[in-house]
C-alpha cells in the first residue's frame, strides 16, 4: 500500500501564504510525475499544479503566478507553495503520485488537506 502524506493545510486570510507538503515512498518518488488536486464543495476535483520526474511543471490558468510547485528528491517530498491566496482557493487539496507504465496510469492519492482562506 502506497502512502502519500500531507500536511500544511489551514486557514489563511486572503492575500498570505500556506505551504503544502507531500511525502512519498523513496520506491516510487523519482519515477512518479508529483501533481496536487483540490476539490470545492459541490465541485469537480482540478489539477492544480504538477511537475514531472524530469521537473517539467505544469499550471492551472487560475492559480499562474501565484503558486509554485517544486520536488525534492532527495526528502522524497513535493512541495505547493501558494501565495497571494484568494477565498476561492479554499478547497480540499489532494497530493497526486502518477506515471504512465505503457498501458495504464498508475496513481496514488494522499487523504486531502484543507486549504480555507478567509476573505
Known amino acids: 500500500q502506497v502512502q502519500l502524506v500531507e500536511s500544511g493545510g489551514g486557514l489563511v486570510q486572503a492575500g498570505g501564504s500556506l505551504r503544502l507538503s507531500c511525502a512519498a515512498p523513496?520506491?516510487?518518488?523519482?519515477?512518479?510525475?508529483m501533481g496536487w488536486y483540490r476539490q470545492a464543495p459541490g465541485k469537480q476535483r482540478e489539477l492544480v499544479a504538477r511537475?514531472?520526474?524530469?521537473?517539467?511543471?505544469n499550471y492551472a490558468d487560475s492559480v499562474k503566478g501565484r503558486f509554485t510547485i517544486s520536488r525534492d528528491n532527495a526528502k522524497n517530498t513535493a512541495y505547493l507553495q501558494m501565495n497571494s491566496l484568494k477565498p476561492e482557493d479554499t478547497a480540499v487539496y489532494y497530493c497526486?503520485?502518477?506515471?504512465?507504465?505503457?498501458?495504464?496510469?498508475?496513481?496514488?492519492w494522499g487523504q486531502g488537506t484543507q486549504v480555507t482562506v478567509s476573505s
Open positions: 497526486n503520485a502518477q506515471r504512465y507504465n505503457g498501458f495504464r496510469f498508475d496513481a496514488y
Open positions: 523513496e520506491s516510487i518518488f523519482s519515477s512518479y510525475a
Open positions: 511537475i514531472h520526474s524530469g521537473g517539467s511543471t
